[in-house]
């Protein structure tokens, strides 16, 4: 088992990186780096003796953060960045369907199941939509979505 980067070899790291309840001083959950962040490697060291662990130092972040080999690449590998993640919310900017059928209305909102970096077209998503189908949408189609609005009770401060 050999190490594929050694100390100082720049690298991207290609899924986003969140705390596993190993790094201190952050929730269990929390994102530490962001999929396409670049760093420099450390440290290399194992795992269970069978994981290569490379410590990257995100200089954006000021991070640095213990990475699988399989989550890493070399700096220059081509990389294609994407403007939504696993997990986030997104709306249609458009009515989604299928061979004429309108599945889903412009301005719904669905999740982020995975990112298509390969797409002959460009960026896609699948979606899921609640109560159907997941779809395959191209990113020129999606927006972020709307935070919630909470539902708070204001007073007019005109009033007496």
């Known amino acids: 088992m050999r ?3 050694e100390y100082g070899d720049e690298v991207r790291v290609v899924r986003n990186v969140r705390n596993d309840g190993t790094f201190p001083g ?3 959950g929390t994102l530490l780096v962001r999929r396409g962040s670049t760093g420099f490697v450390k440290d290399v060291g194992t795992f269970l003796q069978d ?3 490379y410590s990257v130092h995100f200089l954006d972040a000021d991070r640095i953060v213990g990475c699988r080999e399989e989550e890493l690449i070399p700096v220059d590998a081509p990389w294609v960045p994407s403007r939504f993640e696993f997990r986030d919310k997104v ?3 458009i009515p989604l369907g ?3 059928q309108v599945l889903v209305e ?3 909102i669905g999740e982020v199941i995975k990112v298509v970096r390969d797409h002959p077209d460009g960026v896609a998503y699948h979606v899921h939509f609640p109560d159907r189908n997941t779809l395959l949408v191209p990113e020129t189609a999606l927006t972020e979505s709307e935070p919630a ?3 708070t009770d204001t007073e007019d401060s005109s009033e007496p």
């Open 91 to 93: 709306a249609t900017r």
């Open 51 to 53: 994981q290569i662990i």
């Open 26 to 28: 952050e929730s269990t």
């Open 98 to 100: 299928i061979q004429g």
């Open 3 to 5: 190490p594929q980067y």
């Open 149 to 151: 609005i909470k539902d």
């Open 106 to 108: 412009t301005g719904e």
